[in-house]
């Protein structure tokens, strides 16, 4: 009998995490998008995507810092005071950028170059803060993880569709620089759709970014609406 | 029976935004004239397809928005804000900058943000930045005025040199732009900025035969035209003085400023008032009732600061024209100079 009650019992407890996985991944890639909907880390967000594979980068490193974050204040979200929690989560944090920062110096040193400041700055990127405080710092391990992997993957694919459209219209072409990131092998990879002398320079820079950004929130909510109905 | 007791005026002329709108299209006629006689029928290809451009992705976004198409058309506003792009760009640039400008102005700067009425900045300046920050060489080969020119130009030469970029000889729109003796002719407010970075003084400037080449007394000359059609506005009541008399005497007094402490590297207020687009944004585009100031005081302000923005631009900046920028810059403080100079309610308190 008992064991039939425990039996039914854990079940359950398999569908609900099912269940809560399911949630997480919906809130991260298009609920919740922190790049779309919260509109957090519009910074990296907006200055970096003016290619591709610049986007790619920081998306990546990004959702490494993300989930790393998320896991390891989980599993000290019972050790550490209410009132220093906030110091701590960026010392971690932080700690975590800084490793980023050295292992893209050493093995990506063009990509490292070409996206400068903003690795650094990962670490005030307010989703992965945000995330800690209000998801990590309450929940178990592996959800924190998963949830972390789900912001990052949003974050990224938001990072990388607005550098494929700013990197369409400014240059024509797509992943264009991607060996600086995968090395000499993925050359390939870089594709011209056209060729011009006259460059859509307001792509490539900032209020270009803000439009697209617009457009691409715009294009979210429509289907969003459509959906409703 | 309810009798109606209201103050004076009590004749008052009405007028639709579309009686207003067609009403500045002629006054931009001596201008827009001109403009093409001495720098080309291309500045009449501009317009042509910047005015069928503006009609058409008006229509297009006002259907995707399901608002009455025609209704909107109707009012012209669009058709103007086509042809305020087309008379500021260069005659013989390629057609798609003119495409590219005109659809960004109508659908971002206007319908984006509400349709007529609605959108915060001016949608022919927005798009004049954009396409100057985007296409600055296109943007910036004026072609020389056409007694000066080392080629002559048919009608075919140009309508080839808009749709291809090439004349019919093969000559590109940047070697037209280049006299006899090889100098460049840039616009007038070019060749002095130009000249001013390469060490010259203004007197050497106004002297150099590079100066003498540039189109000066054209750009001069449409300015007059401009400033013609602008008192037609004022005389016809479509417009009213504040912005205009504010914003040319901020011009003057603050370009005189400069202009008193160092002759020699600022352009006298005389150069500023005749050249670039001063006398078209004084009149034309400063005043457009959506975006500039609404109230008395505040269109004072609103001139005195976009003449501070243009003269610091002009004389520091890194650009040849500034009353683009100067306008959008404006177009921001908008909200802010009218919240400050509300005017007192006749019997409230101060």
């Known amino acids: ?55 790619l980068g920081l998306g990546l490193a990004t959702l490494f810092v993300l989930t790393a974050s998320n896991s390891l204040i989980s599993l000290i979200r019972n050790h550490v005071p209410k009132t220093i929690r906030i110091p701590v989560f960026v010392m971690i944090i932080a700690s975590l950028v800084s490793c980023i920062q050295l292992l893209m110096n050493a093995f990506i040193y063009e990509l490292y170059l070409s996206l400068g400041i903003f690795i650094p700055l990962i670490v005030t990127n307010c989703i992965i803060i945000g995330r ?68 859509f320079l307001l792509a490539a820079l900032p209020p270009g970014a803000f439009i697209i950004m617009g457009l691409i929130i715009a294009l979210k909510n429509s289907i969003d609406q459509k959906a409703e109905k | 029976m309810a009798f109606m007791n209201s103050s004076s005026p009590h004749q008052r002329q009405r007028r639709t935004t579309s009686q207003i709108m067609v009403m500045v299209i002629l006054c931009l006629i001596p201008g827009v004239f001109l403009q093409s006689y001495f720098f080309g029928i291309g500045n009449l290809l501009q317009i042509t397809l910047a005015s069928v451009v503006a009609l058409g992705s008006e229509a297009l976004i006002l259907k995707l928005r399901k608002r009455p198409v025609l209704r909107s058309l109707k009012d012209g506003s669009a058709l103007l804000t086509g042809l305020l792009i087309a008379v500021s ?15 960004f102005a109508v659908i971002f700067v206007k319908q984006l943000y509400g349709g007529l009425g609605q959108n915060l900045f001016n949608p022919a300046m927005a798009a004049y930045v954009v396409l100057l920050i985007s296409f600055p060489v296109q943007m910036t080969s004026w072609i020389p005025v056409q007694s000066l020119h080392p080629f002559s130009l048919t009608f075919m030469d ?36 130009n000249a001013l970075h390469s060490g010259f003084t ?111 631009i002009r004389n520091i900046g890194g650009y040849p024209d500034a009353v683009a920028f100067a306008v959008l810059l404006g177009n921001m403080c908008v909200p802010l100079i009218d919240y400050y100079t509300q005017p007192k309610v006749y019997g409230g308190r101060a």
């Open chain 1, 132 to 199: 800690a405080e209000a998801f990590a710092s309450k929940n178990t391990v592996k959800h924190a993880a998963f949830d972390g992997l789900m912001m990052g993957l949003g974050f990224s694919a938001v990072l990388v569709l607005l550098g494929a459209s700013r990197e369409i219209l400014a240059q024509g072409t797509l992943f264009d620089g991607i060996e600086t990131l995968l090395g000499d092998w993925a050359q390939f990879l870089t594709v011209t759709l056209y060729h011009t002398d006259t460059s």
């Open chain 2, 202 to 312: 203004i007197t050497e400037m106004l002297n150099s035969a590079e100066f003498k080449a540039s189109s000066a007394q054209a750009i001069q000359w449409v300015n007059v035209g401009f400033l013609f059609g602008g008192l037609i506005l004022l005389y016809k009541r479509i417009i009213q003085w504040y912005i205009p008399a504010a914003f040319l005497a901020g011009l003057v007094s603050f370009s005189f400023i400069a202009f008193a402490y160092n002759p020699d590297l600022n352009i006298s207020p005389l150069f500023h008032i005749f050249s670039g687009a001063t006398m078209l944004g004084a009149f034309f585009i400063l005043t457009d009732p959506v975006t500039a100031a609404t109230t008395v005081k505040g269109r004072i302000f609103y001139g005195l600061l976009v003449a501070l923005i243009v003269v610091i």
């Open chain 1, 1 to 55: 009998m008992n064991q039939q009650v425990e039996e039914i019992e854990s079940q359950q407890t398999a569908e609900a995490e099912q269940g809560i996985y399911k949630e997480l991944m919906y809130q991260g890639l298009w609920k919740n998008n922190p790049g779309i909907v919260q509109l957090l880390g519009l910074c990296p967000l907006l200055a970096v995507s003016n290619t591709l594979t610049n986007a």
């Open chain 2, 89 to 103: 760009i260069p005659p013989l640039s390629p057609w798609w900058i003119v495409v590219i400008g005109t659809a």
């Open chain 2, 158 to 193: 140009q309508l080839s040199a808009f749709l291809s970029g090439f004349t019919l000889d093969g000559y590109t729109v940047a070697q037209l732009s280049v006299s006899i003796d090889g100098l460049t002719m840039a616009t007038p407010l070019d060749t002095a900025r």
